[in-house]
C-alpha cells in the first residue's frame, strides 16, 4: 500500500510560479508512475502530467506543455510539479496518483489506484 501526501498549493497572481511536492510513504519502492491531476468542481479530472520511475519518461497535457515540469526524487519518494507562467485557468485542486503496475495511459485517471488528498492552486 501506499500513501500520497501533496503540499504546497497557494492563492499567486497570474503569471506567477508555485512548485508542488508529493510525498509518498508505504511501499514506494514497487511505484511505478506517478502523475499529477486536477479537478475544478462540476468538470472531470484532468491528467496534467506523469512521470515513470526512471525519471526519464515524462507526459504532460497539451495544456500545460512549456509552462509545467514534472520530476521525481526516488531517494525523497517525492514527485514534484513546477509551475510556472500560471494563468487563471490552472486554478484546481491537484492531486497526485500513484501506480505499481503498468500505466498505458500516463495521463488517465483510472490508470491509478493511490490518490492523495489534493492541495489547492487558485490563479
Known amino acids: 500500500d501506499v500513501q500520497l501526501v501533496e503540499s504546497g498549493g497557494e492563492s499567486v497572481q497570474a503569471g506567477g510560479s508555485l512548485r508542488l511536492s508529493c510525498v509518498a510513504s508505504?511501499?514506494?519502492?514497487?511505484?511505478?508512475?506517478m502523475g499529477w491531476f486536477r479537478q475544478v468542481p462540476g468538470l472531470e479530472r484532468e491528467g496534467v502530467a506523469a512521470?515513470?520511475?526512471?525519471?526519464?519518461?515524462?507526459y504532460y497535457a497539451d495544456s500545460v506543455k512549456g509552462r509545467f515540469t514534472i520530476s521525481r526524487d526516488n531517494g525523497e519518494n517525492t514527485v514534484y510539479l513546477q509551475m510556472n507562467s500560471l494563468k487563471p485557468e490552472d486554478t484546481a485542486m491537484y492531486y497526485c496518483?500513484?501506480?505499481?503496475?503498468?500505466?498505458?495511459?500516463?495521463?488517465?485517471?483510472?490508470?491509478?489506484?493511490?490518490w492523495g488528498q489534493g492541495t489547492q492552486v487558485t490563479v
Open positions: 508505504g511501499a514506494t519502492q514497487d511505484i511505478g508512475c
Open positions: 512521470i515513470f520511475s526512471g525519471g526519464t519518461r515524462t
Open positions: 496518483a500513484a501506480e505499481f503496475r503498468m500505466v498505458r495511459r500516463p495521463l488517465g485517471e483510472y490508470e491509478y489506484n493511490y
